[in-house]
T-cell receptor, first 114, second 114 residues
């Protein structure tokens, strides 16, 4: 979706290093989400935000933190990356209201932790 | 525990065939069921279903929800090679006082051959 971007698109890092992924939306939506996608698991929610400085945990939040200091930006941080965090990370925003109130996804970030 | 189960896990068909993909769910506080298509990139939205028995249709794709059976099907008629993708089913749910969230199935991988 053109209204949501992610950076970087690819990253290779080493175990133990901090990593921050950025999600940026241009549509001023309140709700934003971070997911990871792994074979056999589908998409799993890591954290989500329901406004500036308002965030909450999803089902796989251990080892991750998030921040949202501006409506348009939602950051995902791996404080000390581990090989189990090698994954594809998707950010999503929720377009509320009519006609379809649902989530639209960014292009994804492929993260490899060596 | 909330869960969404899709079947089959993968499917290979010939161009022109009709396919039916299945999704069943067990979630509390159901709001809607969604179908996404994922090629080698981000999931893209197909349908949102909230009412039982009402078919949503877009070209050769159609979907229907059965809230009594807690399930949905996605039909694709006259398949084309461009339909090759992973089809994801997700259920939107919400606990009182929190933001709505999506729980995804693991997806059905569809391959359409000539």
């Amino acid at each position: 979706d053109a209204g949501i971007t992610q950076s970087p698109r690819h990253k290779v890092t080493e175990t133990g290093t901090p990593v921050t992924l950025r999600c940026h939306q241009t549509e001023n939506h309140r709700y934003m989400y971070w997911y990871r996608q792994d074979p056999g698991h589908g998409l799993r929610l890591i954290h989500y935000s329901y406004g500036v400085k308002d965030t909450d945990k999803g089902e796989v939040s251990d080892g991750y933190s998030v921040s949202r200091s501006k409506t348009e930006d939602f950051l995902l941080t791996l404080e000390s990356a581990t090989s189990s965090q090698t994954s594809v990370y998707f950010c999503a925003m929720r377009r509320g209201g009519s006609p379809v109130d649902t989530q639209y996804f960014g292009p994804g970030t492929r993260l490899t932790v060596l | 525990e909330d869960k969404v189960v899709q079947s089959p896990l993968s499917l290979v068909v010939h161009e022109g065939d009709t396919v039916t993909l299945n999704c069943s769910y067990e979630v509390t506080n159901f709001r809607s069921l969604l179908w996404y298509k994922q090629e080698k990139k981000a999931p893209t939205f197909l349908f949102m279903l909230t009412s039982s028995g009402i078919e949503k249709k877009s070209g050769r794709l159609s979907s229907i929800l059965d809230k009594k059976e807690l399930s949905s099907i996605l039909n694709i008629t006259a398949t084309q090679t461009g339909d090759s993708a992973i089809y994801l089913c997700a259920v939107d749910w919400r606990n009182t006082g929190t933001a709505s969230k999506l729980t995804f199935g693991t997806g059905t991988r569809l391959q359409v051959t000539l």
